[in-house]
C-alpha cells in the first residue's frame, strides 16, 4: 500500500501545482501585482505548506531530526534539485530583482539561521524574531511592487479567473499539496524505515524530497506556461518561508533541538548551494539559468545525497 500511496501522492501534487499557479496568475493581474511577487509570496506559501506542518509535527512528536532535516533538506533540495531539473526542462530568465533582493533575503536568513542553532537549539524568542523578519518581508515585497507597477502601462494580462474563483483555486490547490505531500511523506518514510534508515537521513532526503515535490510541481508547471518569475521566484520565496516561516512558527510552538551533525554538515551545505544559486543567475543585466547550470545544481543535489547516506 505504501508504494501506492507514494504514486497517489504525487498525481495529487501534480495537479494541485497547476491550480496553484491558475490562482496565482489570476491574483497578481486583480491586484496589479507581478508574478514575481506572487511567486514569492502567495505561491510559496502554499508550496511550503507540507513543510509546516511536517516539521510541526515531527517537533511536537519527539523527531527533532526530522524536524529541522526537512527544512534543511528542502531548501537543498529546492535549489539543487527543483530548479535544476526546471532549467533543464526550459531555461529560465532571471529578473534583477531576484538578485538584488530576494536573494539576499534568503541567504541573509539561512545565515541567520546558522548563528541561532550554533547552541545546538532553536528558541522561542529566535522564532519570533523569524517570524517579524518574515512579516516585513512580505509587507515590502507587496508595497514595492504595487509602487513600481504604477510607472508600468499594460503590464499585466487580462485574469482568466475572478477574485473569489481565484481564492478559491489557491486555498483548495494548497489542501491538494497538503495531503499529497502527507500522503508521499507518510509512505516514503515507512519504506525507508524498513531499511533502517536514521531519522536524519530521512528528515534531510525523503521527507525533504516529498516535500519539496509541491515546489518541482510548480515549478516545472509555471515553466512549461511560460510564467518565469512564478518559476524562480517560488523557490527562493519558499526557501525564504521555510527557514522565517516554518521554523519561526515550529520554534515558537516548542523549541527544537538541533544535532551536531545537521549542524557542522548539512547546513553548510545549505548555504553553499545558495551562494552557488547567486554565482549561476549572474550577471545582474539579462541573467539566464541555462540548462547546463541545471545540470550542474542537479549534480550537486545526487553528490549531496550520498554523501548523506554514505556518512
Not at 495537479?15 to 507581478?34: E, Q, T
Not at 507540507?50 to 529546492?78: H, M, Q, R, Y
Not at 526550459?90 to 541561532?116: C, E, H, Q, T
Request: hydrophobic residues 55%; proline residues 3%.
Amino acid at each position: 500500500m505504501d508504494y501506492l500511496f507514494l504514486i497517489i501522492g504525487f498525481i495529487v501534487l501534480l495537479y494541485s501545482g497547476d491550480l496553484l499557479v491558475k490562482g496565482g496568475v489570476a491574483l497578481s493581474s486583480h491586484f496589479k501585482i507581478s508574478t514575481l511577487v506572487v511567486g514569492v509570496t502567495v505561491v510559496s506559501f502554499g508550496t511550503s505548506a507540507p513543510e509546516l506542518f511536517v516539521s510541526l509535527d515531527a517537533a511536537l512528536s519527539g523527531s527533532p531530526d526530522i524536524s529541522i532535516g526537512n527544512i534543511v533538506g528542502s531548501n537543498i533540495s529546492n535549489i539543487a534539485l527543483v530548479l535544476g531539473f526546471t532549467a533543464i526542462l526550459l531555461p529560465l530568465p532571471v529578473r534583477s530583482n531576484s538578485i538584488k533582493f530576494d536573494w539576499p533575503v534568503m541567504m541573509g536568513a539561512s545565515a541567520l539561521f546558522y548563528i541561532f542553532i550554533l547552541n545546538n537549539k532553536l528558541e522561542t524568542y529566535e522564532g519570533i524574531i523569524f517570524v517579524l523578519l518574515l512579516i516585513s518581508f512580505m509587507v515590502w515585497t507587496v508595497w514595492n511592487s504595487r509602487r513600481e507597477s504604477r510607472s508600468m502601462v499594460e503590464s499585466f494580462k487580462e485574469a482568466k479567473y475572478s477574485i473569489p474563483v481565484s481564492i478559491i483555486l489557491l486555498l483548495a490547490s494548497s489542501l491538494g499539496l497538503y495531503f499529497g505531500a502527507n500522503l508521499l511523506v507518510d509512505s516514503a518514510k515507512n519504506i525507508a524505515i524498513d531499511f533502517g534508515v536514521s531519522e536524519r537521513v530521512i528528515g534531510l532526503t525523503i521527507v525533504a524530497f516529498g516535500t519539496s515535490v509541491p515546489e518541482l510541481a510548480t515549478s516545472a508547471v509555471a515553466a512549461f506556461k511560460k510564467e518565469m518569475d512564478i518559476s524562480i521566484g517560488n523557490i527562493i520565496g519558499s526557501n525564504i518561508f521555510n527557514i522565517l516561516g516554518v521554523l519561526g512558527v515550529t520554534s515558537i510552538v516548542k523549541n527544537i533541538q538541533v544535532s551536531e551533525a545537521i549542524i557542522s554538515f548539512d547546513v553548510l551545505i545549505m548555504l553553499a548551494v545558495s551562494f552557488l544559486l547567486f554565482l549561476l543567475i549572474l550577471p545582474l543585466k539579462n541573467g539566464k539559468l541555462h540548462r547546463w547550470k541545471g545540470v550542474l545544481l542537479m549534480a550537486s543535489y545526487f553528490i549531496y545525497v550520498y554523501l548523506v547516506f554514505k556518512q
